[in-house]
Structures are given as structure tokens and as C-alpha cells.
């Protein structure tokens, strides 16, 4: 069974520009989670999906995230602009039911110049 | 909300030695209390868990304790091996919840 699969794995942009993340949830996963890594730091909830609904959005920084989840199959996590500080590795995560556990994917390295 | 601190960032220990990596959490309420492995290259994974009614837990070579009223966890690892060597997140959640804050991470490096 394929596990949570990301894409890509590594970007680099110039700020001020637009870049796309991609998460696969393990097929049948109704919940998916974003979360993000800066550097050194811990890793920090950004939000939830059930299915195609915005669970909880309380971790997203500010306007400039997008996260959608349409038909509640794969996400997308749009950063636009990007800015410095929005460097880190971006993880998505994904569980059968609010309470299991939750598997992660490889995460996507976003870096921003 | 929770705040979970995680100690020490780095570890480096000799094969075969034991490795003790310690974190505090501030909201009472927190009940579940998992650990994550970070190889290079991949996401966490989950390798042990703790809930609230339960002082102390072990899986073969890595065990985790709880102390309710310090607020303290820990996860100890004994007769490391250098495949041990990753990145190890503890985190803290509570009311079911498995969205969990999670601590700074320590980065173990078991030297052969």
C-alpha cells in the first residue's frame, strides 16, 4: 500500500513568487494534515481536513497560504507570494479517523531566495 | 496553548551506550503523548505512545515514561545502535485530538 506522497520533494523559488505544494493522502484517508519545519524549530500544525472540509485552519501564518482539498483526495498548499521567512519543510499527514494515528509524508523542503 | 520543550537538541553517544531524551509540556490536559523518528529523507514516524493513565511504556530497546504532575516525558533508548541515529520529535495532544504540538526535535547520532 502506498504510503503519504509528496510533491516535489525540494523547491526553490525567488520571493515573491507563486509555488504549488502537492500531498497524496493514504487512499481512503478522510483526514489530512499540513504541517510545517523551519529550521531548528518545531514542527507546527498549520490545518486539518476532513474529507473536502476545512476541519481547522488555525495554523495557517497568513492570507498569503491556500490550501485546498477538492473531491477530498489530494491537497494542494499554494504560497503566494512566497517570502523569506516561509522556508522550511512543509509535511502532510493523513489518518483514517481523527483519533488514529496519522502517518507522514517525506515532507516537501521549500526554499525561498 | 500547549507548549512542549524538548531536550537536548543534539545527542551523540557511543554504540551500545543509552540515550535520554527529555521534554515538558504546560497544559494539564494533554493525555496522549507521542514519539516520531525522522530518518534523512523521510517523514516522522510514529515508534512509541503514551496516554495519561499510564506511567510508563516499553517496546523492546526504547521505552517512554510520563510524570503527570512534573509534566515531564522521556524517551529512552538503550543498546543504540547507529540505525538509531535521526531525528526525534516528542509531542503532546489531549481530548483525543491527534493533531499534536510537537517539541524542537533531537538530532541522535549514534557513533560506531
Known sequence: ?113 | GENVEQHPSTLSVQEGDSAVIKCTYSDSASNYFPWYKQELGKGPQLIIDIRSNVGEKKDQRIAVTLNKTAKHFSLHITETQPEDSAVYFCAASKGGSYIPTFGRGTSLIVHP
Open chain 1, 1 to 113: 500500500e502506498a504510503g503519504v506522497t509528496q510533491f516535489p520533494s525540494h523547491s526553490v523559488i525567488e520571493k515573491g513568487q507563486t509555488v504549488t505544494l502537492r500531498c497524496d493522502p493514504i487512499s481512503g484517508h478522510d483526514n489530512l494534515y499540513w504541517y510545517r519545519r523551519v529550521m531548528g524549530k518545531e514542527i507546527k500544525f498549520l490545518l486539518h481536513f476532513v474529507k473536502e472540509s476545512k476541519q481547522d485552519e488555525s495554523g495557517m501564518p497568513n492570507n498569503r497560504f491556500l490550501a485546498e482539498r477538492t473531491g477530498g483526495t489530494y491537497s494542494t498548499l499554494k504560497v503566494q507570494p512566497a517570502e523569506l521567512e516561509d522556508s522550511g519543510v512543509y509535511f502532510c499527514a493523513s489518518s483514517a479517523t481523527a483519533n488514529t494515528e496519522a502517518f507522514f509524508g517525506q515532507g516537501t523542503r521549500l526554499t525561498v531566495v
